[in-house]
């Protein structure tokens, strides 16, 4: 019986690592790879890959054909705020890199809402949502403690008077100011205390 003409032919079947501008296939310790298989395309920084796999073929050549492209994203404006790059401010209209990951940051008093990081995304768009800076408010229930607050609501950094009734207590010694924190709690300037007159005793206002 005659062989078979290849019975005993080297497959060669395989294909090579490939390199390309700006990337490279990841060869995780191969060598070759066999048709048929898969093999992930990585590229430089500030590129992405046009194809993030490719396949080995049968006659040795990869498909889809690899290849990196330029992307950038333009940092978007953030009124009462700014974006931060690995903790340096980056100008608002400024082109980052494919996967470029930005920082929302607001002024003293404002809080960014939704406080997400943000990537460079192969879009050309950042991903998440544009974040707002939102005044940070201390929120005031009206009367606490028999003291009388004369504004619904506070920023952080504010302050606002207290008013109290003069026909029960008298202020003996503190301040009748009250401030908002950055944790968002109102706070004695100066704690007062009070007298009341019926009584010969103290009354202290605490927050």
Not at 18 to 23: A, C, V, Y
Request: hydrophobic share 30%; aromatic share 10%; glycine share 6%.
């Amino acid at each position: 019986m005659a062989l078979h003409p290849c019975c005993c032919c080297i497959i060669s079947e395989v294909c090579s690592l490939l390199s390309f501008d700006h990337g490279h296939i990841v060869s995780n310790g191969k060598n070759i790879f066999k048709s048929g298989e898969q093999a992930t395309v990585t590229c430089d920084s500030n590129y992405a890959p046009v194809y993030t796999s490719t396949t080995c073929q049968s006659d040795r050549s990869w498909s889809p054909l690899p290849s990196c492209i330029t992307v950038t994203c333009t940092v978007p404006a953030l009124l009462e705020g700014q974006y931060y790059l690995n903790q340096n401010v980056v100008a608002q209209g400024a082109a980052l890199g494919f996967q470029s990951v930005i920082t929302p940051s607001c002024g003293i008093g404002y809080l960014p809402t939704p406080d997400t990081q943000r990537t460079c995304q192969v879009n050309g768009q950042w991903s998440g949502q544009q974040p707002n800076c939102t005044k940070i408010i201390c929120y005031i229930d009206g009367v606490r403690h028999k003291a009388i607050y004369s504004y619904p609501s506070l920023a952080i950094g504010e302050i606002a008077d207290v008013s109290y009734n003069t026909s029960i207590f008298n202020l003996k010694n503190g301040s009748l100011q009250v401030e908002c924190t950055t944790e968002r709690i109102l706070t004695w300037i100066h704690k007062p205390y009070f007298g009341i007159n019926i009584y010969i005793s103290k009354y202290d206002f605490s927050l």
